[in-house]
């Protein structure tokens, strides 16, 4: 077992909460406004993760009123966007600092859905735990393997504080709100705080301030509503197995005039060797779009367009 504060030994009665439920829970269930508490009347839209999670954040910001269903895993949420069980999911596809969500560039290309928007959430966190405990009395502190990572700084300055991974930022204070530990803390967002009825001992313990989630939101292709206002794509394509292919897929968006803002590359499933290229570019108008579509076709065995939006513009920082 690793030795230090990012030791994963959490014990295993501790792991419940989104973990414990199936898709059958999780599908009848569905949480109200993480900051107000208030029931949610809306678009059903799936997150991965607990109610007062930064996806639960991101939803509550794209669309107003939604009523969130939280799921174990993405795959749970794509699944019940495909049956119809949700009318969309939010997902986070990229953080700042983390770098891309890979698992959820292999489910877009995998569904049929679009991407309808998408937003930026500034990313802040929190040491929580329960009301009436002081910061003195803390030596575990939970949270998803990427918060911890993210909060070294303060970890380490706090060395009585011993870390663990958990499966959820969210999920982290409501465990310790269930068990009522107070020589237990979270890492998570203020939303989670009150969501969950718990106290924040400190806020802003990220090391980094500039960190910052994109967010999609994603829809059935045929549910989808384009923005007449886009302006930006998301795709992905695999070029013929010939030497200069992606070169000459690139050249041809650089003709068009489109600015390749993102391009990242995953293995293909069963096929060793053999990748498909996510890329987003910023367009002029939706139109160009489909000038961007045409030119790759005639360089890609494959390309699918996984959706036209307006580009999220970073919030100034508060606090």
């Not at 049929?112 to 735990?129: C, Q, S």
């Not at 910061?135 to 700084?153: K, M, N, T, W, Y």
């Not at 292919?245 to 499933?269: D, Q």
Request: hydrophobic share 40%; with cysteine; aromatic share 8%.
């Amino acid at each position: 077992m690793t030795s230090g504060p990012f030791r994963e030994k959490t014990p295993i009665e501790l792991w419940y909460g989104a973990r414990k439920h199936s898709t059958q829970d999780a599908t009848a269930a569905s949480a109200p406004h993480p900051s107000t508490g208030e029931p949610a009347i809306g678009m059903k839209i799936a997150i991965q993760g607990e109610p007062g999670s930064f996806s639960h954040e991101a939803a509550m910001k794209l669309v107003t009123g939604a009523v969130i269903v939280p799921f174990s895993l993405s795959a749970d949420a794509f699944a019940a966007l495909a049956n119809g069980t949700v009318e969309a999911a939010v997902i986070p596809i990229e953080n700042s600092l983390a770098g891309s969500v890979s698992e959820h560039f292999d489910l877009l290309l995998a569904h049929d859905v679009k991407v309808e928007a998408e937003t930026l959430l500034r990313i802040r966190h929190n040491l929580i735990a329960i009301s009436g405990a002081s910061i003195g009395e803390i030596d575990r502190v939970f949270s998803h393997p990427v918060a911890l990572a993210q909060c070294r700084r303060f970890l380490a300055a706090h060395s009585r504080m011993e870390a663990f991974a958990f499966y959820d930022t969210a999920g982290s204070v409501k465990q310790l709100v269930e068990l009522r530990d107070r020589h237990a803390a979270a890492i998570a967002s203020e939303a989670a705080a009150h969501f969950y009825g718990a106290q924040i001992l400190q806020a802003g313990i990220e090391d980094n301030p500039e960190n910052f989630t994109r967010f999609f939101l994603v829809r059935r292709a045929g549910d989808s509503v384009p923005d007449p206002q886009s302006n930006k794509i998301s795709l992905a394509f695999s070029v013929e197995n010939r030497p200069g292919s992606l070169v000459a897929a690139l050249s041809e968006l650089s003709a068009i005039g489109t600015n390749l803002t993102k391009i990242e590359s995953r293995p293909v499933h069963g096929k060793p060797w053999e990748y498909i290229f996510y890329v987003d570019c910023q367009i002029h108008s939706s139109q160009e779009g489909s000038r961007v579509l045409e030119a790759l076709a005639p360089h890609c065995a494959m390309v699918k367009e996984l959706g036209r939006y307006r580009e999220a513009r970073k919030e100034a920082k508060t606090g």
